[in-house]
């Protein structure tokens, strides 16, 4: 972000009238005389539907029923939350399993290992590592879903455009090495917006936001010294790369929870209410009340 460059673009609605005289004047009615109450010749059967009392989902005469971004923020950090949860125990759990075997390179130096408790080890490392690699692609596709609609549920709740397209956002986050700088300034964006902060301020991240993209640093770089000691020979080399391999495991689950809480409280600040907390309303029983007032007689000019 540079200074000066932020700025939003509020969001306007333009709506073409004609000029007053470019139609004539519509003729004024006079009101119809009141006549009385409506009479029928039989029973009405028209009536309210048998539905309880619930607030309306869809407005007659609208083109779509989709639900807004502000009503899908919710259940996409519910699913998001929840692969991330399942990300951070993966990765965990790898990372134990990086450390026994790490521990296991150790002893070998100057005793034998059991042959059934190495091929447990292998079999914990590489179960964990597969099972962390699908779940970290399901958590990245999520938690970006989330992004994408989090940011025009912002949108519509602080009335102005984001600073970013989605695709600024996108590359901002996909591409690395340029994504180590961008992420956590598109996530202050995100923040500055949904705390209804004024769009003539520069977006100042948090501390939570702070800690995430150190996370996010680190585990990026982590990642980069992996790769570089896989090519490297000898066996210390080797053991290194194991130590680091667990390092690295261990900053994804660090950054698996500090995003699935970061999404969490977003979320609460823009839908601050659960739909799970809400209950359906509904009329049980009627009791003490007066009774109806008598109808009055039908005048005989009614129709």
Known sequence: M????????????????????????????????????????????WGFPNLTWRAPTLVPGMPSSYPRPVERVRLLSRNAVMIL??????????AVAEFWRYALL???????????????????????????????????????????????????????????????VLVGVLVPGFNLVMAGSILAELEHAVLRRSPSRRPRPS???????????????????????????????????????????????LLAVLTALLIQRLTSLLAPISLDRLRVRRVIAVKNAPAPALRPVRPTTSR
């Open 2 to 45: 540079q200074p000066g460059r932020y700025h939003y673009r509020p969001r306007v609605r333009w709506v073409a009238t004609p000029p007053p005289g470019a139609m004539p004047p519509r003729r004024s009615r006079p009101p119809a005389r009141y006549t009385g109450p409506p009479a029928y010749p039989v029973p009405p059967r």
């Open 85 to 94: 949860w399942f990300l951070a125990g993966l990765a965990l759990t790898g």
């Open 106 to 168: 150790v002893i070998s130096r100057n005793a034998a290992l059991h042959t059934g408790v190495v091929a447990m080890s292998d079999t914990l490392e590489i179960i964990a590592s597969l099972l962390t690699v699908v779940f970290g692609v399901l958590g990245v596709a999520s938690a970006l879903w989330w992004l994408v609609i989090a940011r025009q549920a912002a949108a519509d709740v602080s009335g102005h455009e984001p600073p970013r397209s989605t695709r600024q």
């Open 207 to 253: 501390r939570f936001v702070l800690a995430w993209w150190a996370a996010w640093v680190l585990n990026a770089v982590l990642m980069i010294l992996v790769i570089v000691w896989r090519f490297r020979d000898g066996v210390q080399a080797q053991a290194d790369g194991v130590f680091l391999s667990g390092l690295l495991d261990a900053s994804a689950a």
